[in-house]
């Protein structure tokens, strides 16, 4: 987070930047830039197909197979940073 390491955002971190940071990931996904540009390019794709497909059905994961629909809480979250 913010450049630091895992180690370093701990100690230096206030929990409310912590909180900020779960509610924006919450919101906007994962901080990998790969998987921003496969979920984009996957959403584009799914919008396409379903489009010209007289079944549909396409889903985000049929073209995006390493997008996990981020389920972050404040509990897990928390689980996770301790």
């Given at each position: 987070?913010?450049?630091?390491?895992?180690?370093?955002?701990?100690?230096?971190?206030?929990?409310?930047?912590?909180?900020?940071w779960?509610?924006?990931?919450?919101?906007?996904?994962?901080?990998?830039?790969?998987?921003?540009?496969?979920?984009?390019?996957?959403?584009?794709?799914?919008?396409?197909?379903?489009?010209?497909?007289?079944?549909?059905?396409?889903?985000?994961?049929?073209?995006?197979p390493?997008?996990?629909?981020?389920?972050?809480?404040?509990?897990?979250?928390?689980?996770?940073?301790?």
């Amino acid at each position: 987070m913010g450049g630091r390491t895992i180690a370093e955002a701990k100690q230096t971190i206030s929990f409310t930047e912590f909180k900020s940071w779960v509610a924006y990931r919450a919101k906007r996904g994962s901080f990998n830039i790969g998987l921003m540009v496969e979920l984009s390019i996957a959403q584009l794709a799914v919008m396409y197909a379903n489009a010209h497909s007289k079944n549909g059905g396409f889903k985000l994961h049929d073209f995006a197979p390493h997008y996990d629909e981020p389920v972050v809480t404040l509990d897990q979250a928390m689980k996770e940073w301790l």
